[in-house]
């Protein structure tokens, strides 16, 4: 049992997951940005590793993995930073990232450190399914992290059931097939291809994140889910912030009220 699978456990709806890029908009912000998301009210901490090629990502959130690698954020500053980050964080913590950092840091050398700072689970947009079987899941295994998977309205039913049976914390849902930022509001394609998804009674629970901006889209979604991930719209909030918890309470306040 790690921290995602009590979080789900205790609460079925209205999950809030926040994203944002390690080390931006200042090399140190990583930790302060953590503690004001869990203070204002979120309920998952998703910190994103920068990369130099964000394949799912718009410009919001590529433009924020540039001005961190600028600032000199890597995988071994992270771990740095958030080594002892369980003194006063306790709400479930995320790294999502692409392969090619991690594994030039070692798959194995990464999970072990994740487990250590208190890391919970990984979005690997770019693992394929088979080779995390084949490959990484008895690691993951071993060091307790969770994995999740993005399904798109464009994903089979079938693929769904086998992201399904191999998933052990909750299921992103790419509202649209497009990448971050995109769009905002929910269209009525969405609201059908969430309420399918609803109807397949999956096992895990289920995020929907891509364009969820607000208090109404995070509301929309979570009729349909057991709640949200907001992204691109908290790192435009806090890309110019002359006060970043207090910038991160006021947003996030207005999204859960």
Not at 245 to 250: E, F, G, L, N, R
């Amino acid at each position: 049992m790690n921290r995602i699978h009590t979080l789900f456990q205790n609460k079925k709806e209205r999950v809030l997951s926040i994203y944002f890029t390690a080390g931006f908009p200042a090399l140190e912000d990583t930790l302060p940005t953590m503690q004001a998301i869990e203070s204002a009210g979120a309920d998952i901490i998703e910190i994103g590793v920068p990369y130099s090629d964000p394949i799912a990502d718009g410009p919001t959130i590529q433009d924020s993995n540039m001005i961190a690698l600028e600032n000199g954020m890597s995988l071994k500053k992270l771990f740095e930073q958030i080594k002892d980050m369980r003194q006063t964080v306790s709400i479930p913590v995320v790294l999502m990232g692409y392969l090619n950092p991690i594994i030039q840091y070692g798959m194995e050398s990464f999970l072990k450190k994740c487990q250590e700072v208190g890391v919970d689970g990984l979005i690997l947009p770019d693992l394929p399914m088979q080779q995390y079987l084949d490959e990484f899941k008895t690691l993951f295994e071993q060091y307790g992290l969770s994995n999740t998977f993005l399904i798109s309205p464009q994903t089979s039913e079938q693929r769904i059931r086998e992201i399904d049976e191999h998933s052990n914390g909750f299921i992103y849902m790419v509202s649209s097939h497009s990448i971050t930022g995109a769009k905002t509001g929910i269209t009525e394609a969405q609201i059908a291809y969430f309420k399918r998804v609803q109807a397949m009674n999956l096992k895990n629970p289920r995020l929907i994140g891509f364009g969820i901006s607000d208090a109404e889209t995070f509301g929309t979604a979570s009729q349909y889910s057991n709640g949200a991930i907001i992204g691109s719209a908290f790192i435009k909030k806090v890309k110019d912030s002359k006060d970043l918890k207090a910038d991160i309470h006021a947003y996030i306040k207005s999204v859960i009220q």
